[in-house]
């Protein structure tokens, strides 16, 4: 058997940091099923904002969450009025707690993991081609400035009685290699003959690490 590592968490505290960050003084669980209830409530909330990845920073009863955005217009609203709605929410789910909501834009969504898988799972859901999906989404990626990308596309794919697995790679993926920029993307596609699974990594360069 294979044995996969998250490129992710492979590289935390070589030049990457957690999405969430805190110090559990009390019950280490309480906390971590509040980040998921957190995460997931704002996933069912922004799902047209095209958000990358949410960071989570707590001190005390005070919580701030980061929204890293492809479509940060969305997500604040006119005049700050959604950033404020989606506040209001929060601090009613979680009260005694502090909320503060910040949204930074993603610069380039051609090149960001999460994005791509995202727009090929809602292709998928529209039926369009999956080859096709996948092939656009790759060239795009690579007019953004990525060195390589590597998709994933697992299911019962163009409606097959059989589910397979279709990969398509452009590219350098270095997997293995520490200082080397790999962002990661895993999205699912609910289409109408079943559940399809897209996974995309990309590749953006080497970090120069200190000595």
Request: glycine share 10%.
């Amino acid at each position: 058997m294979g044995q996969k590592v998250h490129p992710k968490g492979f590289r935390l505290g070589v030049y990457r940091d957690w999405d969430s960050r805190w110090f559990a003084r009390g019950s280490y669980a309480d906390q971590l099923m509040e980040d998921i209830a957190i995460r997931r409530f704002l996933a069912k909330e922004l799902k047209n904002a095209e958000v990358s990845r949410i960071e989570l920073e707590k001190a005390g009863e005070n919580i701030r969450i980061i929204i890293h955005s492809a479509r940060p217009g969305i997500v604040i609203g006119k005049k700050g009025q959604e950033i404020e709605n989606l506040r209001t929410k929060i601090s009613s789910k979680f009260p005694g707690r502090a909320v503060e909501v910040s949204v930074q834009e993603v610069e380039n969504p051609d090149a960001d993991a999460m994005t791509v898988a995202r727009s090929i799972a809602e292709q998928l859901e529209r039926r369009v081609s999956f080859k096709r999906a996948m092939k656009r989404a790759a060239a795009g990626a690579l007019r953004a400035g990525a060195k390589g990308i590597k998709i994933r596309c697992a299911g019962r794919l163009g409606g097959a009685e059989i589910a397979r697995a279709e990969w398509l790679r452009i590219g350098s993926i270095p997997l293995h290699t520490l200082r080397a920029n790999v962002d990661y993307g895993q999205v699912t596609a609910h289409t109408t003959y079943g559940v399809i699974g897209v996974t995309v990594w990309i590749y953006k360069g080497d970090f120069q690490l200190s000595k």
